[in-house]
């Protein structure tokens, strides 16, 4: 486990598991979301972030987290030698969602140390881009389980919140 990336629904757990693993293999752990946002919700262009995605997975170790299907998701998957898929039911991603943005708009704190503060209209969003695409997803990151696998990558499929929890304990938290 030195190149890993995470992928599952917003709101799954993705940076807070990447913060734990990589700070038990020595590495910094990124957001593709933090490298895609520019402060006040801009996008940056596609090949910026392109650009920043490579330098951040150059290296021997690293731990990325996030999706992207239509532009990075690929080469991340390629060069990763683990893929972590936090496939948790669609009721506890929405309430995570909830809960995450109303904490972050009560302590004032910004998305990925930006100037992006959560807003109603992208909590709202996210919480039906969720709804609507979970299934979609999890159809889509199936395959990419099983073509992980075929290319002898570590896979790791977590299915419930106390299975991440046991993950945790047993494989990075233990040694």
């Known amino acids: 486990m030195k190149r890993v990336f995470i992928v599952g629904s ?4 993705k940076t807070t598991l990447g913060n734990t693993i990589a700070s038990h293999i020595g590495c910094d752990a990124t957001q593709l979301d933090a490298l895609f946002w520019q402060d006040d919700w801009i996008p940056s262009p596609i090949e910026d972030f ?3 995605v490579v330098e951040s997975t150059s290296g021997e170790t690293w731990v990325l987290d996030g999706n992207y299907r239509n532009t990075v998701f690929d080469d991340v998957f390629d060069r990763a030698d683990t893929f972590i898929w936090l496939n948790l039911p669609k009721w506890t991603i929405l309430w995570r969602c909830l809960k995450r943005d109303i904490l972050k708009k009560i302590s004032r704190e910004k998305y990925f140390g930006k100037n ?6 992208g909590s709202i969003k996210l919480l039906v881009f969720v709804y609507r695409t979970h299934e979609e997803r999890n159809a889509s990151l199936k395959l990419k389980a099983t073509e992980a696998r075929s290319k002898n990558k570590e896979v790791v499929v977590l299915n419930k919140p106390k299975e991440v929890q046991e993950f945790i304990e047993e494989r ?4």
């Open 50 to 52: 392109k650009q920043r």
């Open 116 to 121: 992006c503060p959560p807003t109603l209209s």
């Open 10 to 13: 917003g709101g799954s757990g």
């Open 172 to 175: 990075i938290t233990c040694c």
